[in-house]
């Protein structure tokens, strides 16, 4: 029992990782239909960033404020920079720009920054907390706890703000929102801002726990981007459940199979999910016009 | 003239043939001919995913598991199996067909973005059985390949093997240009263009797709062990992720769905990291950036875009 719960927290706060990346890619796919294989950038950008700032003598908070703003500017970038130029591209051809997207961001990271594991200190501590006869670290509280807020603060945005309404209008019809007055580009250069700023935030939690480097992005963006198919591509409830979900599933696979495919549990799982629900488990029926 | 054999499908054909003959006559050193046959069996795994994304219009993001699977094969056969190299070879192309036909049955049934993922995801259960089986494929660090022998001589030399590669790529691009131009073909670019419309004239989608996966898989597991037995070495970095993304890039930027692009495409990224050697920190960066660029600027690739170019000067 003691094993369960402490596989349940690890899995927890890996995923809470991953629906925040996976809520990333929800974002900027609805605003604009682009799946965003950068995303994952953006989490090592907000790692290394506050590593590298705290390291030159700013304080933590500081440190990932600007880690934060440089993500947004690179997310800003790479919406003005790469995915408006090229407008009415083919899926395809948007996934490779966004892949190399990320493999130009890991290049400058590796000049910018180095190519070792960086690590920062614990938020409040490392002593961990016993909790029904397992242990969890403050950090994790951190983890899940940050993800809690932020996907608090983004449903609060998109529902009670006239701009988060506009977002979603954009996200239904592009055209409609157009025609009623919505800057469409703005809001599109704003999906990219706040998934940017999204990953980043995920970065800085969990740092502390799983070290970070140039190109931790990649993994990141897999299993984000498994976790928004999981939970139906489109659908941000979706996306945190996902993410959860392979948390969960990655940490019980490590526990009670094997520990060098816990990377491949995901992946079957979500091969299965795919064959039986292939719209993912919030996705909604999908009918094709000719 | 001109204008006609731009036309024909054998111009393709001819011109490789006259690169291929003429590149060892002004190669300055081994070291060249050794470079363009790694182009040359990159461009054979590139062609197999030509037939699949540029012919079918079937995206697949994990390409380099079919040739991770070749690799292997020609690596385990020989050193735990004790099978000649040249069987191994066949026997690990039949049996990426058949882990392509088993995998692609329902794969295949997604689309677009699910598609892709599918694909991605088989590719890195593939890559992480590579890295984790120590005991068969030595994990992380790879293990040695034994020599290729075919009927008794051993292909060794960097000469030997640009012939070699040279003449499985020929023969892979000549099957590649006769299915283009068979009903085959056609029923692939008609499902391309509109599934619906396909199944409504008769094509069988589901079938012609999985072909298409099963001849890309075949193509790539080939090429994967030529490269294998080139280097005399396999890592589980054939089969990686960035690889699958390589083969696609090769694809993209020399010409969805031309035979000729897959080439270009290939030697375009072979070449490159060679070329920059010199700034090896800045490699991944320009890399990258040209992968943004050309999918920005030359979204339709290097060789129809050239083509095009050529039959308005000349018509």
New interface residues.
């Given amino acids: 029992m003691a094993e369960f719960l402490q596989l349940v927290f690890s899995g927890l706060t890996v995923g809470a990782v991953y629906a925040l990346v996976a809520l990333g890619f929800t974002l900027i796919y609805n605003a604009s239909d682009v799946i965003n294989f950068a995303q994952g950038d953006f989490v090592m950008i907000g790692g290394m960033g506050t590593v590298f700032l705290t390291a030159a003598g700013l304080a933590l908070p500081v440190a990932a404020f600007i880690a934060i703003v440089a993500a947004v500017m690179v997310g800003l970038a790479l919406h003005r920079f790469a995915i408006q130029p090229a407008r009415g591209a083919s899926p395809v051809a948007l996934i490779m720009i966004t892949i190399g997207a990320s493999i130009f961001i890991r290049g400058v990271a590796q000049i910018v920054f180095d190519k070792q594991f960086h690590s920062l200190p614990a938020f409040s501590g490392s002593d961990p907390i016993h909790l029904g006869g397992a242990t969890i670290l403050p950090q994790s509280l951190w983890v899940m706890g940050g993800a809690l807020v932020v996907v608090a603060g983004l449903y609060a945005f998109l529902e009670h703000t006239l701009l988060g309404k506009a977002v979603l209008a954009t996200a239904a019809n592009r055209l409609a929102a157009r025609l009623v007055g919505i800057n469409v580009t703005v809001i599109l250069a704003l999906a990219f801002g706040v998934s940017a700023a999204i990953g980043a935030v995920a970065g800085i939690l969990v740092t502390p726990i799983t070290l970070t480097r140039f190109d931790v992005g990649t993994l990141f963006a897999l299993k984000g981007f498994a976790a928004a198919m999981l939970g139906g591509m489109g659908n941000p409830l979706g996306a945190v459940v996902g993410g959860l979900l392979i948390g969960l599933l990655e940490t019980f696979g490590a526990g009670y199979l094997s520990s060098t495919y816990k990377d491949a549990v995901a992946f079957v799982a979500i091969l299965l999910v795919l064959l039986f629900m292939p719209r993912g488990l919030f996705g909604g029926r999908s009918v094709e016009r000719v | 003239m001109l204008v006609a054999l731009l036309r024909s499908r054998l111009a393709a054909l001819l011109l490789l043939a006259a690169i291929m003959a003429l590149f060892p006559l002004i190669a300055p050193s081994a070291f060249y001919l050794r470079v363009a046959a790694l182009v040359w069996i990159f461009a054979l795994a590139a062609l197999g995913l030509t037939i699949l994304?540029g012919y079918a219009g079937q995206?697949s993001?994990g390409h380099a598991g079919f040739l991770g699977l070749g690799a292997y094969g020609v690596a385990i056969g020989p050193a735990h199996l004790g099978l000649p190299p040249l069987l191994s070879l066949v026997l690990a192309a039949a049996l990426a067909g058949l882990i392509a036909y088993l995998v692609g049955r329902?794969?295949l049934?997604?689309k677009?973005?699910?598609l892709?993922?599918?694909t991605?995801?088989?590719g890195?259960?593939l890559a992480?059985?590579f890295n984790?089986e120590s005991a068969v494929t030595g994990g992380p660090d790879g293990m040695a390949v034994a020599r290729m022998t075919v009927l008794g001589w051993r292909i060794t030399g960097a000469l030997n093997w640009y012939w070699v590669s040279a003449g499985a790529l020929l023969v892979g691009a000549w099957l590649a240009l006769n299915l283009q131009a068979s009903p085959s073909g056609r029923a692939l670019r008609a499902l391309h263009d509109?599934e619906?419309?396909a199944a409504g004239v008769g094509v069988n989608v589901a079938a012609k797709k999985l072909s298409a996966f099963v001849i890309g898989a075949v193509y790539a597991a080939f090429a994967g062990g030529l490269l294998a037995s080139l280097n005399g070495l396999i890592t589980p970095e054939a089969s990686s992720?960035m690889q699958s993304?390589e083969l696609?890039?090769m694809v993209?930027i020399g010409g969805l769905g031309s035979v000729f692009g897959a080439v270009v495409g290939a030697a375009f990224l072979v070449v490159l990291p060679q070329a920059l050697t010199a700034f090896q920190?800045?490699?991944?960066?320009?890399?990258?950036?040209?992968?943004?660029v050309f999918?920005?600027?030359l979204?339709d690739g290097i060789v129809p875009t050239i083509r095009r170019w050529l039959l308005e000067r000349l018509s």
């Fill in positions: 994304m995206v993001l329902p794969i049934r997604l677009g973005y699910y892709a993922i599918a991605l995801g088989f890195m259960i992480l059985v984790s509109s619906v419309a992720f993304i696609v890039a993209i920190e800045y490699e991944q960066a320009v890399l990258g950036l040209l992968i943004m999918m920005i600027f979204p």
